[in-house]
């Protein structure tokens, strides 16, 4: 039952190696490997996945969003990594297909039956076929957030018909915080499980700020290029134009932003629907924007040039992520006339997005009590042609800041078995602060089990093997192994280290919460023992009527638990 | 917007008195004071209640689970409490009804129309008109437990019809703890909102601490005695006796317990209905009657002396809450054979004891996966006549220890929403250690969040009161009144002021996540004040067809933002 494997160091135990001038934490997470899958046919596509390294000699491969970042070993952890350089540009060496009615989309060659290598390495990322991630991207059902410019980038998949994905937003502000800490919240992030990242910077160097997270993250980057737009003219809303905006929005394409958030559905005629609201507009974008249309007295400028940004985003292959700018800030705004006026808008501006073979997303609230939640999935779907629904959150009770990350956990594995495609996480500091690199890595940590929780109600095929193999290693008290399966393998040996510290606990037959003589596990185990030592006829000889269950028993090897093989 | 109030200290802040040799917390809440409600008619009997002062002048009153220990002020707190003496004996004083059918007990007076004091005092507590109360009691659909040898108690009740209730678990272990400890435990888990204790000592000493805790409980405790009859045939499963089990039930009836868990149901011909599961049996209580049982090779002595047990339990008015020894441990364990057998059997177990004029609560799972938690509820709605369903998360997931407050929260509030009365706790430790204090804490926030979820789900009358307060305090930025409506205030105050400290910026309209430029908040009352100044037709004039919604804002004053009125 001891490992024969060498122990990996937990991450905050000294893994963090420095790099140049800045300091990132590099090396495997606790107990595990960086693998690489190869595609059959395609031997230049390596798919990443972490590599849990079991005591009785099994492994398991999951999923993998963490970048060349936890390559090597805890003694010699990614000796590549450069963040002057930045990472290796993969994709430039991938074939990509000419222009389809101008479109160089994922969305306009699945429409042409085109399979992409951005296609074949999601389909091998998720376990699927390919042909069904063609289908689903030509639907307009999921999106693979890939700009041209961004071939540092592992390509993912956001769709209900695949695993449900996660956020994280970072960002900068006028109030703290420097660059060097950003790229190491995007590694930070990854290397718990973001799928993508949202750069929300905000303050000076917004433009050095993402050129360096560009180039180091192996995750789809995501910003809403109002923040900078509005940065421009000094922060006043009324002095926006089409012009600045489209100028940030080309100079963030060029940076390689591989989604937008667009707030094009905050018309003027809904403003007045939030005047009767607990919370009014509590979306930056969507505020700015009623800001705007109230000063100019004209309809949103993003609304009018939507047709525009089309143009723009066909070229790079950006993603529309289309802002929910009304959504309801507090239970009592939750499905009202404004937030689901401005969804109906998104509708129409995602049929437009995909005439010109743009890849669109729709985002969600926000606040949402638990018996509303549902509604909003199946209106989205209804309205925006099931276009992938990205929601933040939603939390079930405005009644717990500094626990915004439960409130929302709870909204968002209901909103994600729904159908949600992907969770912007939140941290426990909604509402109240900025995160720290620990709320980062807790929101980070509590949106993955929204989402594996969801997966696992949805059945989707690989999600209970890891639930499995954790619970086998649990009962057969193989304490490594339960935490190198975990979502966060330091944390879990750390509690379990502050009462039972020795090295011989990991192994014993016991644990600290009922001590050993009172624990279940092992009564458990000794009932199986018994039941060996005794035969199965002990307890066949007791009850009548069981010929039937006994014989299937005595197939299975004559034990009352059978012998515990491991995924 | 500045608050005229005394600003209460925070908790940790030194709220700690020390009465005789413990330290117990004591002084109110943060933010709020200990009131009490006269019950119009029995002006005897004072419910407790928290009252939130705003610094607006309002004030919002909510449900209080924390007894006598939060009187007083941050200054001059809780006088007095005396560890040594126990809090007052309250009911003692109250009238007792005489036996109906040799059954002392709320469910044979409600049956019989006899309203009591208990049942005038919860109704009181919940908001409600006492026949509701006494129509859900006779139904057996909710229960009161109340032990007549409890009466320092404040009664509650456990039922669909009213407030999801949560339950913290405590104990000593033979790892470590003391009494002292214990005490300050309960006393902790009530000020955050525990509405009943399980006290799961294991360890030497059980009777005396026991004994601590009932006499300074303000709140309903639970045992599981099997753990004390354990201890008294040294720990081995096989030298269980009937005898002993009685006699120690009789022991902690006499002390007051008011409700506990009876492994009944866990019967021979079920054990090897858990051969092919991942993880066995995990409850103790189930781990230890199946022992029982293959060693002598009976039936559970538990099941065939069931009415003995309900003849003592109807003296002193203990609830049955029937326990779920098979229930499952592991996602991959839940909803089969051997958990849906047994909770057959509690519902044959319900009907006898309600035959004895009993109090019933049925326990369940445990580790369900989203998509099979609300098969659960109905079955048991079905199979035990609806008797209050008290369980234990769900988890919803296995694959995160050291998070499992969270995983179990996401089951806990669908379940909650679903018809489960009472949720009972998990902290972050589960799996892997004691919860520590801290750990304690968060475990009771964590499930009144899902308690509160699932409340607004169902449309609970009060709720949404304290949603909509804090979030009218939020967007006129009354950060003092959002701390104090917090489930938290505390933590929310200090994750505020770790980014922005200055006391000015307690009333500052902006907050530190977006900085004093960009904020949506700001903006929002922007918006609205540019509207106030233009008057409402700036609006009408730009959008036809608006009339009559302009009518509509033009009755509520003319503005695109209605004065906001608090609860």
Redesign the interface.
Known sequence: MTSARPEAAATRGGAIAENGEHRLTTGPVAGSSKVYLEVPGAPHLKVPERRVHLSNGEHLDLYDTSGPYTEGTAEAPAPSIDVRAGLPRTRDAWTRPAPVDGASTQLAWARAGIVTDEMRYVAAREGVDVQLVLDEVARGRAVIPANHRHPESEPMIIGKAFGVKINANIGN????SSIEEEVEKMVWAARWGADTLMDLS??KDIHETREWIMRNSPIPVGTVPM?QA?EKVK?D?AALTWEVYRDTVIEQAEQGVDYMTVHAGVL??Y??????????????G???M??WC??H??ESFLYRHFRELCEIFREYDITFSLGDGLRP????DANDAAQFAELRTLGELTKIAKSYGVQVMIEGPG?V???KIVENVRLEEELCEEAPFYTLGPL????????D???S??GA??IA?AGTAMLCYVT??E????P?RDDVKTGV??Y???A???D????HPRA?L???A???A??EFRWHD??A????PD??R???D???PAEPAKTAHF???????????R??????E??EKNGLD??E???AG?AE??AE?AD?GG????P?TTA
Chains 1, 2 share one sequence.
Not at 173 to 176: E, I, L, N, P, R
């Open positions: 502000s006028a109030v703290t905000t303050g923040y509005l922060g809303p003027l005629r403003v007045p629907l939030t005047a009767r609201r607990v919370t009014g507009i509590v979306s930056r969507g505020s700015i009623a800001a109230l000063a007295h004209q800030g507090s239970i009592a606040h009590p638990m018996h079930a009770t405005d009644i717990a800041p500094a626990y990350h439960i409130t956990a709870i594995a209901i078995q426990p500091k509402h109240l602060g900025l720290n940590i509590t993955r089990i929204a594996h929780s969801a696992l109600a949805k059945g209970q890891r639930d499995d954790l619970s086998r649990r009962f339960q935490f399966l975990s979502l966060d944390t879990a750390e509690f379990h502050e009462t039972l644990c600290s919460m009922c001590g050993p003589k009172f624990c279940s596990m009564i458990s185990a000794d009932v199986r018994y039941a002990t307890v000889a007791i009850e069981m269950k006994s028993f299975a034990r009352v638990y059978l515990v």
